[in-house]
């Protein structure tokens, strides 16, 4: 028994079978706070209300009369919080679900789209309009223009950014599948990618980051396949192309022409025809925006768009959540890097030089990340896609089924404590 302002009330024993008494405990204890806190209001003789639903007013009321919950989120956040554990026990307890991840059913899609509506609710419950980044001209004007069509309303910007990243976490599956990243076909990419742009609430809602991760991993499905054509120079321009989009929005990005580079020397044997389409196709795109912005009388803007900052000073809330996010991220990315040591001995070596590009992709991506304006707040997310084919390589490790399973049972802990102490 607990004692709590004179309230007392059971403690109840969680079955591991389900979660329905951890839901049933929020109720209970959320009611008891109420009655509480309106008979020390009104007097001993106040009736409890039937709604055992916590509301803002509740909420205000608690805090009112001198009581704060026991509990340091929000009622409706533990009710959130607890229909996501009785998910994450429903995964990890249903073996066939599981399998659907590792296999290639398309059933698992629609079991994708409901974890990324479960993990992705509270930007949901609290969306927020994009606000303009400054020096970012690009993204300032595609801002405005979905402003119009959306009439500023954040729930629409914010349900179109949970979109795009589903459809990125289909995308990434389906270039690891094509090009044979993983010796078997899955949608584990898939599902890695929606965990770990839910750690951090920004990720979610719609940024710049989100529409560079389109051009990055376009550029890179492009690069993967310059050993599988007989028109080697349309994929170089296309690739060239679209790195050099994503250099539009953001200034930092023009250090992923080095991964241009590196997908010209591993997939191409040297060309001087071949490099020069690919400088063709890098400078094209500044070329047409120099010329726009002269023509329209506003090329002071072209010389705002450098901008090199620290984006990791200006965003952090607790220290302690720092420490164990990136803890976290180090722990999953050791385990992928040690699983994938594994897997990438037996490939040819056609698919090993596709995972040194990757691994080019993540050391550029994270330095870009460190560069990045500070008032980017979803820097990190540039990241992502890398980060999850690699972590992949840990859930599908097949000779060591209790590793792979520990480290799926960690990442949705993992992601539960970054819901909890992210609100």
């Given amino acids: 028994m607990w004692l709590v302002k004179g309230m007392q009330f059971r403690v109840f024993c969680l079955n591991h079978d389900s979660l329905d008494y951890v839901m049933n405990m ?14 020390n209001a009104v007097g001993d003789h106040a009736k409890p209300e039937g709604n055992n639903y916590a509301t803002t007013r509740d909420v205000y009321e608690l805090r009112c009369c001198g009581f704060y919950p026991i509990f340091p989120l929000f009622f409706t956040d533990l009710i959130r919080i607890g229909l996501l554990l009785r998910f994450g026990l429903f995964l990890t307890q249903n073996q066939y679900v599981l399998q659907l991840f590792r296999n290639n059913s398309p059933f698992t899609v629609i079991l994708l789209f409901i974890f990324a509506l479960l993990v992705k609710f509270q930007v949901l419950l609290h969306p927020v309009a994009p606000l303009q980044v400054p020096g970012h001209f690009v993204y300032n004007y595609i801002i405005r223009g979905l402003s119009v069509i959306f009439m500023h309303g954040g729930f629409a910007f ?58 990055l991993m376009g550029a890179v499905d492009i690069m993967f396949s310059f050993t599988q054509t007989s028109q080697p120079r349309k994929l170089i321009f296309n690739a060239s192309f679209l790195l050099s989009m994503a250099a539009l929005f953001q200034f930092t990005l023009l250090a992923f022409f080095f991964l241009l580079l590196v997908g010209m020397v591993m997939f191409r044997s040297f060309n001087l025809g071949e490099w020069s389409v690919a400088l063709m196709g890098y400078i094209t795109p500044l070329y047409f925006l120099a010329c726009i912005l002269f023509l329209a009388d506003r090329f002071r803007l072209f010389t705002q768009w450098p901008h090199i900052g620290f984006s990791l000073s200006a965003h952090i809330n607790s220290i302690f959540f720092l420490i164990v996010t990136v803890l976290g991220i180090l722990i999953l990315l050791a385990s992928g890097v040690h699983a994938m040591q594994q897997n990438v001995a037996m490939s040819n070596i056609f698919i090993r030089r596709d995972w040194i590009a990757i691994s080019f992709y993540l050391i550029i991506a994270v330095m870009v990340a460190f560069l990045t304006d500070y008032g980017v707040k979803s820097a990190w997310l540039i990241t992502m896609p890398a980060l999850s084919i690699v972590i992949s390589h840990a859930l599908l490790l097949e000779k060591n089924k209790r590793f792979s399973n520990f480290i799926f049972y960690f990442s949705l802990v993992y992601l539960v404590f970054c819901l909890l102490v992210n609100k």
């Fill in 26 to 39: 929020i109720h209970f204890v959320y009611a008891n706070l109420k009655d509480c806190c309106r008979r």
């Fill in 158 to 215: 914010t349900m179109l950014a949970i979109v795009l990243l589903f459809i990125q976490s289909l995308y990434l599956k389906s270039i690891a599948t094509r090009h044979k990243l993983f010796p078997r076909y899955t949608y584990i990419p898939a599902f890695v990618y929606l965990l770990l742009t839910s750690i951090y609430p920004p990720f979610s809602c719609f940024n710049e980051t989100i529409l560079l991760n389109w051009f």
